[in-house]
């Protein structure tokens, strides 16, 4: 994908995982931080968050996960902050364009689940 061009949705599995992980990191911060003063998620984290159910209840191996985020810098959705507590750990967070298209894919998703209520193919709590 070239840069500056969107990413063609549906987001994969994993694209998904990483940009939800960083999201959530923005918003409940880190004990050293806070929220809104954030450095970022490193992989093992973002591995951890994609594990959850709330995550996707996604394994990522490593080469998964760094070959995903080194496309997603390539294509400008996520950045390294620079910041280390580690010298072998590298920290990511969103980029603006990580938000929007995040944004856009939950607005997919959140449109799929409307219509498969409306279908009667799930009930309100989300399963059939």
């Known amino acids: ?43 093992y984290l973002i591995m951890k968050d994609a594990r959850a159910p709330q995550g996707g209840g996604l394994h990522l191996g490593p080469g998964t996960l760094y070959g995903s985020l080194e496309r997603m810098m390539r294509d ?24 929007t298209v995040l944004a856009a894919e939950l607005e997919r998703l959140d449109a799929a689940v409307s219509s498969a209520r409306s279908l009667g193919l799930l009930v309100h709590g989300g399963h059939s």
């Open 1 to 43: 994908m070239a840069t500056g061009t969107a990413p063609a949705a549906p987001l994969t599995p994993a694209v998904f995982a990483i940009l939800l992980s960083l999201a959530e990191g923005e918003k409940t911060g880190s004990p050293s931080t806070g929220p809104g003063r954030w450095g970022g998620k490193h992989g």
């Open 76 to 99: 400008e959705l996520v950045e390294e902050s620079g910041i280390s507590d580690d010298e072998r750990r590298r920290y990511y967070r969103l980029t603006s364009r990580g938000h």
